[in-house]
C-alpha cells in the first residue's frame, strides 16, 4: 500500500526529470531555427517550451502537496523541494531566452552563428547531466557526486566559450555601435545563463548528498 | 494497602516511561517518521511483554545485591530512588534510574544491617561502565554493515524513506522489549521479595507473583508513555542530538542489542552454553547506550570527535548518582522507620548452630568452641563478630553469613498438596512422589533445604545445582514453604 502510493510518486518525480531533460534539446534545436530564420519551427519549439515549463510547474506542486501531505522523507524534504524548484529554474530560464529571441529580435551577424550554437551545445549538456545527477540523488545518491563533476566541466566550458565570443564581439569593427554589442552580449549571457543555473542546482546536489549519505 | 506500598514503585515506572520511551522512539518521532500515536502503542506492547516475559534476569542480579524484605522498605527505596532521579534532572546532571535504584538499595542494606554483596555491585558498575562502549561498538559494525548494503543495492530516497519508517517501529518494537525486559527490575525490583502476590493460571498460563509485579509496572511505564513521553521525544528529536533517520535506525538497534544482551536470560544461558562470553543481567541505562551509539557514529563518520565534557559527565554519574540515593534512602527510612514507626525492614537473624558449624567445617573453616550457639541480630553484626575473632578472607566470611542466616521452611501436608497441585507438571513422577519423604520435615537454613532437595527430589550430588531449570524449580519450592520471617 505505502509501497505502491512510493513508486507513483516515484514515477512524478521521473516525469519531472524527463521535461527537464527536454529543455536542453529544445532550447538547441529553437536557437538553430532562429538562425535558419525558419520562424514556423521556431514558433513551435516556442509553444513546446511553454508547455513544457507549465507542467514542470504542475509535476512539481504535486510532488511538493504528497511530500507535504503523507509527511514523505521529513528530514530530506526541505532539500528535495528546492532541488526540484531549482531544476524547474533551468525550465523557466531556457523558455525566457527563447521568448527573448521572438521579443527582441536579435541581429546577430551569421559570423557568430556557429559559436552561438556552440554556446547553447555546452548549456544543454550540462542540463543533460544535471538530469542524470539529480536522478541518481533519488535512485542511488552516491552516484550522484560523478555527474555533479561533469555539471561543472560543462559549465566551465560554456563559460570559455561564452567569454571568447563576447571578446570577440567587442573587438568586432563592424559591429559601430555599443548598443548592438550590448544586445549580443545580453544573449550570449543569457544562454550561459542555463548552464550557470545547472552549476547551482549541481552545488546544492552535492551538498544534499553529502547530508544523505549516511 | 498494597498499591500504596507500590506507588513510588509505580511512579518510578511512569517516569521511566516518560522519560526512557524516547531513546526508542525519540528521533523517529522527533522527525516526525513515525507518529507518536504509533510509536506510544507499539512502545507501551512491547515494554510489557518484555517485561513480563523477559524482566526476571537483571531484577535477579538486583535481588542478589540486597533483598528488600518488608514493603515498607521497598516503598522507600523506590521512592528514594525516583526522588534522585527526579532532583538530579531538574538540577540538569545526567541521571539514570539503574544507578539510582542500585544506591538506595545499598542505603536499605546499610540501614537494615545486611551487608552488600560486593560482587553483584562490582559486577553491576561494570556493566554500567562496558555498556555504552558496547552500545557504541555495535553502533560503528551495524553502520559500517548498513552503509555496504545500500552501497551494494541501491534503494531510491522515496523507498528508503519507506523501508526506514518500517524499521525504526519494528527495531522500536526490539527497543521497547528489551527496555522493558532490563529496566522492569529497576521499577519493580524492590518490591519482588516483599509483595504478597499468589502465582495465578490465566487461560492455561502460569503467571508468577513476580510476572504480576512487572505487568503492574509495565503499565505505569505504559502510562508514561502516552502521558508525558510525546514532549520528551521532540526535545530528542530535534535539539539534543540530531540524526538522519538511518543514523536513528542503527543507534536504537545498538541500544536494544546491548539492552537484550543485559536482559534475556535465554541468551545468556546459550552463550555460556556454547562457551561464549555472556554478560551479567544487569540493568543498564538507555540514555547512556543512545550517548555511547552517537558517540560511535560520530567516529565512523570521522570529524567528529569524542565529547570527553559529555563522557566524563557520565562517568561522574556512575558514582555520583548511586551515592546520593544511598544517602536519600538511609535518612528517609531512618524517617519513615522512626517518625511514621513502619517497618522498613524485616530483621535477619543469624545463628552459628551445630549444623551450620558442621557444615561450615567442611569449607575449613573453624568455628571457635566459644563462639557456637551464638546469635546474632543482622549480617554486619556477623561480620564484625567473626572479624574480630579471627582472620578470614571475603568469601569464607560470605560463606558463614550465607550458612548462618536463619530461615523457617516447613513442609506442612495442605502445603505439599498445594505445590504438587499448582506446580506439579514441572516435576517428573518420581520427583513428585520423592516429595512425600519431606512431609512434616522443618528445615530453619536455606542450605538444608537446598541439600534436602537436591539429596531426596532430584536425587543429585550438591555440586549438580548448575542446571537452570532445576535452580528455578528450587526457588519455587523455597518460595511456596518458606514460613513469614523470623523475628528472634
Known sequence: MLLKKTKQLERKVNNFMDIINEAGPTLKLGVKAYFNDDQEKFTELLDRMIKLE??????????EAELYERTLIPEARGDVLALLEALDDIVDRSKETMREFSIEIPQILEKYHQSYLNLTDLSANAIDQIVKAARNFFNNTMQARHYVSKVYYWEKEADRESGSLLRKIFRDDELKDLSEKFHHRAFVERIDRVADIAEDVADKLSIFSIKRSI | MILIYLSSGLFLGWSLGANDASNIFGTAVGTR????????????IFVILGAVHSGSGAAHTLGQLGSINAMGGAFMVALAAGFTVFWMTRLKLPVSTSQAIVGAIVGWNFFAGMLTDYNSLLKIVFSWVISPILAGIFAVLIYLLLKRVLRLTPVSILRLDVYTRAGLIVVGAFGA?????????????????????????????NFSGTQQLFLLGSLAIAVGIFTYSHKVMQTVGNKVVKLNPQSALVVVLAEALVLFLFASADLHNWLISHNLPALPLVPVSSSQLV??????????????????RIAG?????WVITPIIAALIAFFALFFLKNVFEMKVSNPVSYRLSKPVVKRLRTHDIIIKEDDRNKKFKNAIKVKRFVNNSSYLSQTDLEEIVASARVDSFYFSS??????????????????????????????????????????????QKKAALKNEENNHKLELIKENFKVSHQTN
Open chain 2, 33 to 44: 517518521m513515525v507518529k507518536f500515536r504509533t510509536a506510544a502503542i507499539v512502545a507501551s
Open chain 1, 54 to 63: 507549465n507542467r514542470a510547474d504542475d509535476i512539481k506542486r504535486n510532488i
Open chain 2, 414 to 459: 495442605s502445603r505439599l498438596k498445594n505445590f504438587q497441585n499448582d506446580h506439579g507438571e514441572l516435576f517428573s513422577e518420581n520427583e513428585l512422589q520423592r516429595f512425600n519423604d519431606l512431609k512434616g520435615q522443618r528445615f530453619s537454613h536455606e542450605w538444608q533445604l537446598r541439600d534436602q532437595i537436591l539429596e531426596k527430589v532430584f536425587q
Open chain 2, 177 to 205: 522489549y528489551s527496555l522493558g525486559a532490563n529496566n522492569i527490575a529497576n521499577v519493580m525490583g524492590v518490591f519482588i521479595p516483599a509483595a504478597p502476590f499468589e502465582a495465578i493460571q490465566i487461560a492455561g498460563i
Open chain 2, 291 to 308: 550517548v555511547g551509539g552517537v558517540i560511535g557514529i560520530g567516529i565512523v563518520q570521522g570529524g567528529k570527535t569524542i565529547k570527553y
Open chain 2, 313 to 317: 559527565k557520565i562517568a561522574a554519574g
